[in-house]
């Protein structure tokens, strides 16, 4: 059965009007000047497909044709992003060299001990035993690859953008690029990085031409840790290279992997197209904590009204508020957008800034929250417990980078509060120095002034909180509701 996904088609993101975008002159890369005629040719059309679409009713024929012939990949950097890849590279039958120079992290891996939650050890020993999965922090493992995928970190240092773990990958990788090689940038990064900093880098390391004698592509990583439901495999995957040789081998490559890709004409449009997730979602949820601030004091429940909007069955997605942003994605990619936009032509990117502004700010919300809770029960922050549950960014998750719950902690810490939380996912270790660790039992419950939920764990026990808490904070509207609970 073939099937296109396209403008009339069935995708559940009704995307089809990449397959439409508008082909551009070509830019001039340094020494590299690409031609991007190709996307005008009709024998290449962009959209959303699946493996099993038959070239003969398919206008995407000429890539269709074209299967994966790579043997070795490299995936460099065996993180959240680069793990899990690795595993799939190797279960479709790639040989893979998981290369992480991070030397405490490759030898967990070679002992079968997983540091990512989506990758269990059960899964790294059965890639490990198949013996076509290699992880190592030696460089010279790469050597020979076919496809070599960069899944590195990119963060914001002082507030810009921090390109240099791309950079530094790039440079390692470049004197092992071959005629014939792929690589492929995974890392969120602004629109221009893979044709302006990595291609450059990479035909400086090679000696070679991108779009000649290798190719190079862009692919943003949709991961979301801990959603079983959209897993690597099923969610649609965009695919751009920076000509066609370079779209072709990108998308046979991820085709040998995903269940659907999304063909774009280029790296700057998928590259755009991940920042346009992150932050579409980044200003909704701020729209929500926001109106949560006004509902609190226009006594509407917002939580009600949330629910209620969200039964209409159009024009409307649900985001719910909380305590803040978290993770490495949202407090992180609308920035390297609204850097872009400014670094480029100059404007501020109101939206973002307004976005970071707001979502900033909840930790310093839910701590005056919590002093009010306090003071109904004629209680100052200076010497009360305050238990908190949950200190990852997000439900079901061990990941506490830039959470704002800690945020939070501190806070209250430095109002004199004695702080202590419960988070089965994150280890002591990465609590805050502000907070003690603390486990879910009555005593505990009990024992405090105010329980704040920050982080709704399926494995918290709602009923044993809600039955023994003197008062309740809860910034996830997970409670059952009592007269000592309140809510965000
Ligand atoms: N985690 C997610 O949910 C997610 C989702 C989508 C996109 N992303 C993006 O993917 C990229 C990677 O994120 P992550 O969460 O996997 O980060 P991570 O920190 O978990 O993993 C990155 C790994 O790269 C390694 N590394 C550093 N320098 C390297 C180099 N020169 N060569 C090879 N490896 C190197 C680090 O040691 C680390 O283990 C980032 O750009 C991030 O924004 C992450």
Redesign the pocket.
């Known amino acids: 059965m073939s099937k296109v996904h396209g403008r009339d088609g069935i995708s559940v993101f009704d995307n089809g009007r990449s397959r439409l975008a508008d082909p551009r002159s070509a830019p001039r890369l340094g020494k590299c000047v690409l031609d991007y005629s190709w996307r005008n040719s009709p024998d290449v059309q962009r959209g959303t497909r699946t493996h099993d679409e038959s070239p003969a009713d398919d206008a995407m024929t000429d890539l269709n044709s074209r299967p994966s012939t790579a043997s070795k990949v490299v995936i ?7 793990l899990p890849i690795a595993m799939r590279a190797v279960e479709v039958g790639y040989d893979v060299v998981g ?4 030397l405490t ?1 490759a030898k967990r891996l070679v002992s079968g001990s997983s540091y990512v939650e989506d990758v269990s050890d059960d899964v790294l020993a059965a890639a490990l035993d198949t013996r076509r999965y290699e992880p190592s922090d030696a460089i010279e493992s790469c050597e020979g690859f076919d496809v070599a995928v960069i ?4 963060p914001l240092t002082e507030g810009a953008p921090d390109l240099s ?1 791309i950079e ?2 790039a440079r ?1 990788l470049a004197p092992y690029v071959r005629p014939g090689s792929t690589v492929i940038l ?3 990064t602004y629109p221009g990085t893979t044709e302006e900093l990595l291609v450059p880098i990479l035909e400086e390391g090679s000696g070679l031409t991108a779009g000649r004698d290798f190719w190079v592509g862009y692919s943003p ?3 979301d ?1 801990g959603n079983r439901t959209w897993t690597f495999q099923n969610t649609p995957k965009v695919v751009s290279g920076i000509d066609e040789r370079s779209a072709v081998a990108v998308d046979a490559f991820y085709r040998s992997l995903v269940d659907a890709t999304v063909v774009v004409s280029g790296p700057k449009v998928a590259e755009m197209s991940k920042l346009l997730e992150n932050t579409f979602r980044h200003v909704n949820i701020a729209l929500v904590n926001e109106l949560a601030m006004f509902a609190g004091e226009l006594g509407v429940d917002v939580w009600e009204a949330i629910d209620a909007a969200s039964t209409k069955p159009f024009g409307f997605m649900t985001f719910t508020p909380g305590p803040g942003v978290g993770g ?2 949202l407090p992180v990619d609308p920035s390297y957008l609204s850097w872009r936009v400014k670094q480029t032509i100059g404007a501020t990117f109101r939206f973002v800034e307004l976005a970071n502004d707001i979502n900033d700010h909840m930790p310093d919300y839910v701590a005056q929250r919590a002093a009010m809770a306090l003071n109904r029960d004629a209680k100052a922050v200076n010497g009360s417990r305050i238990l908190v549950l949950g200190l990852a960014y997000k439900r079901n998750s061990g990941d506490v980078r830039v959470s704002p719950v800690p945020v939070f902690c501190d806070r209250m810490a430095a109002l004199g509060a004695d702080v202590y939380a419960v988070d089965p996912h994150v280890a002591a270790e990465q609590f805050p120095s502000s907070t003690a660790p603390a486990a879910l039992t009555q005593a505990e419950l009990r024992a405090a002034d105010l329980v704040v939920v920050a982080t709704d764990h399926d494995g918290f026990d709602w009923d044993l909180v809600v039955g023994s808490a003197q008062r309740v904070l809860d910034t996830r509207h997970r409670v059952p509701p009592a007269d000592h609970v309140e809510y965000l």
């Open positions: 460099a950097g065996q993180g959240y992003v680069g290369y992480e120079p991070d992290r899944t590195v970190p990119t773990y530094r990958s390692e995974e890392s969120t990583e949709r991961i840790p490495h994605c």
